[in-house]
């Protein structure tokens, strides 16, 4: 791919993405809601029934681990809890992602006509912000806040208490006969868990790697001071030698240069005084001035390392 | 047998143990989405070692009645099916991928500057806008999550969380996650420009100081400890890399690390790239949602190198030594891709501005700080 090309290429990637993103921005939400077809995390939940409590056990939206909800009842029999679809209770102004859990049909009976009861339903996994709507498709405004009395219990289980009045508004058959129809379901607010969850979680990870940094840098620092410690044990054992012979010049105060250029000076120095016929290294085929000159060089060699041939040449 | 007999066995064949015609124009298509894929792999060099397995992933799944990704009469998974139900599905390869990369990992860069752990988390900031974002537009939670954390820059993470939450947008996200590492040298340049004035990227950076072998030791078992008692969910993860981690740098199982750098890390590459790729069969890949992934991908990027940066100006408000605000784009998690792009911006300002160093501590941050953010996720919703 030529430059130009490739410098196209990049230009365009930017000038795109803006109108790309815009565009995307643009398309109506309702529309990819549509393309993207289904609920696919419509809860299904299985019931059970223990003497007079119902329990309901379901993988809620937005969750991998199953839930229990448990249903009871005073002031009536509870009969029977069944799941309903929200698609059944579908209304405009009701988003069904707000609905964690399926909606559930209460049915009732041996309730005075026209009398209260308390419905119960309790789970952990409530909070104390959760509501439970009611679904009642023969009245005007089909979908109603039941009002709950939101209670806290121990191990953070939250109880749930709605009254519903037989043949009241929030009764299905809309009869004061003695029977009780609840539809609904409890209700967090789905932007509300997501929005709050989103900004705890965002500062949850600056808090956990600030803790971690902390940590981190608490212990550089003790690592570093026993670094240094080691280090300082280190030079003063270098050190104590040194001081047990105190003639010996330590060997840092003198350079190889220096040494070298005192040497030469010392050489210089005695060569003056040396005797004009060597006693040693006598041969007749060398003159005496070709002898003393060889000997100068390799004394010369040596002087820097060897402390006898200097005292040699005294 | 008849002419005609003949002629029905013919068509009978034909029709029902040949792939040409059941091959629908939708498996044309994603061959030749492959056949790209495989040509940035090949010509073009962009992270070749994933998108090498995950085109031919692609190209091989979506020939019609291959048995390939489906289940047998028995209800034994099909060849790559295997691979993606014990690898993928059960969460192993990640895991692994992940073990490779703690024994790869020289975490002194980090070890010497622990405040670049601060840019890690700063530059996960795309991960929850870009969830945000997904969620107007329709997505659920935990696909919103997943979809998130491809601006992490982690491929292991992102296919860990994608997984476990929302396995059925493994294919796009894993595929988004490694183009956009890939062209991390071409989108974070012009952000690091906006966001940085010329005298900020000559900013030069003390010399790191030395790291003992001895702190190198226990770093993973003390940043395990924090970790994992903050985050449990990101034990599986964590723990993994922090392991491979210890491995290096203890030096005396040698051979297993060398073995969990190389040897297994390569095989595992191999299944994990097919069948990320076989998982983009043409009626689940050829959708709004995946162009939307990739949409939000590239945003989420953009925002995370965004989120990197702005936390080094904000660090550098409160700090004596100011740093370069360079080093924050680097808090992508895409080891090393991102760090050297740092270093050549500086660079580029001040040839003799040495930032690669320096950019690998919040590099390094970027993995703890998307496994982090993807353990969050992964607590969130169980």
Do not use: K, N, T
């Given at each position: 791919m030529t430059k130009i090309t490739h410098r196209f290429l990049k230009g365009t990637f930017w000038t795109w993405l803006i109108p790309a993103l815009m565009m995307v921005a643009l398309v109506p939400r309702t529309a990819v809601w549509a393309a993207f077809g289904e609920d696919l995390e419509k809860p299904k939940p299985e019931f059970t029934r223990e003497g007079d409590v119902i329990t309901a056990k379901l993988i809620p939206r937005a969750k991998s681990t199953s839930v229990s909800i448990h249903f009871q009842v005073s002031g009536g029999r509870l009969i029977d809890v069944e799941g309903m679809e929200f698609k059944e209770a579908a209304h405009p102004d009701v988003d069904n992602k707000d609905f964690k859990s399926e909606l559930f049909v209460i049915k009732i009976d041996k309730v005075s006509p026209g009398s209260e009861v308390k419905v119960s339903i309790t789970s952990?996994?409530?909070?104390?912000?959760t509501q439970y709507w009611i679904f009642n498709r023969m009245s005007k405004e089909p979908w109603m806040n039941g009002d709950v009395q939101n209670v806290s219990l121990p191990d953070l289980v939250q109880k749930l208490v709605i009254s519903v009045k037989d043949g009241g508004s929030f009764d299905s058959d809309g009869v004061a006969d003695g029977r009780i129809t609840l539809a609904g379901g409890p209700k967090d607010s789905f932007w509300g868990y997501a929005l709050g969850t989103l900004f705890i979680r965002f500062f949850g990870i600056f808090l956990v790697l600030s803790i971690l940094m902390i940590g981190m840098i608490l212990s550089g620092r003790v690592f570093q001071m026993l670094d240094k410690k080691k280090a300082m044990r280190a030079k003063e054992i270098q050190l104590q030698p040194a001081a047990a012979t105190p003639d010996v010049q330590p060997a840092e105060t003198v350079g190889s240069e220096l040494a070298t250029a005192i040497c030469v000076a010392l050489h210089l120095h005695f060569s003056a005084h040396r005797p004009t016929v060597p006693s040693h290294f006598f041969t007749l085929e060398i003159s005496p001035w070709l002898r003393q000159g060889r000997e100068r060089i390799m004394n010369a060699r040596f002087i820097p390392t060897n402390r006898d041939n200097r005292l040699q040449n005294r | 047998m008849t002419w005609d007999q003949v002629l029905e066995l013919i068509k009978s064949i034909l029709l029902t143990q040949t792939g040409i015609p059941n091959l629908s124009l939708g498996q044309v298509i994603m061959i030749l989405i492959s056949f790209f894929f495989l040509y940035l792999a090949v010509a073009k060099e962009y992270e070749p070692l994933l998108l090498v397995p995950i085109g031919f992933g692609i190209f091989l799944v979506n020939f019609p009645l291959a048995p390939l990704m489906g289940f047998t009469e028995h209800g034994d998974p099909e060849l790559i099916r295997a691979f993606y139900k014990y690898g993928v599905q059960w969460e192993i390869i990640p895991c692994l991928i992940f073990l490779g990369l703690g024994a790869m990992t020289d975490f002194g860069p980090l070890i010497a500057n622990p405040k670049t752990l601060i840019i890690g988390a700063g530059a996960q900031l795309g991960v929850f806008i870009t969830y945000c974002g997904t969620l107007f537009f329709g997505f659920t939670l935990k696909e919103a999550a997943s979809v998130g954390i491809?601006?992490?820059?982690?491929g292991p993470t992102t296919i860990y969380l994608t997984a476990m939450l929302a396995p059925q947008l493994l294919g796009p996200n894993a595929l988004a996650a490694y183009s956009y590492m890939a062209m991390v040298p071409l989108i974070q340049p012009p952000i690091m420009r906006l966001m940085t004035t010329p005298e900020q990227r000559r900013i030069k950076m003390r010399q790191l100081r030395p790291v003992s072998a001895k702190e190198k030791l226990l770093f993973p078992l003390v940043a395990s400890i924090f970790i994992i008692l903050l985050i449990p969910a990101v034990a599986p993860l964590m723990g993994m890399f922090m392991f491979g981690n210890f491995m290096r740098e203890c030096g005396v199982v040698k051979r297993l690390s060398d073995t969990a750098q190389n040897a297994m890390m390569n095989i595992v590459t191999i299944l994990l790239g097919l069948s990320v790729g076989a998982t983009m069969q043409a009626d689940v890949f050829l959708s709004w949602k995946p162009m939307l992934i990739f949409g939000f991908g590239l945003l989420d990027f953009i925002i995370c190198t965004f989120g990197g940066i702005l936390t080094v100006h904000i660090m550098n408000l409160f700090l004596k030594e100011k740093m370069n605000p360079l080093i924050g784009s680097a808090g992508v998690s895409a080891v090393p891709m991102a760090a050297r792009v740092s270093q050549v911006e500086g660079q580029k300002a001040d040839p003799d501005n040495w930032l690669i160093m320096h950019a690998m501590g919040p590099n390094l941050a970027g993995v703890i700080g998307s496994a982090s953010a993807a353990g969050m996720f992964i607590a969130m919703f169980k």
């Open positions: 952990d996994f409530f909070s104390s912000s | 491809i601006g992490g820059a982690d």
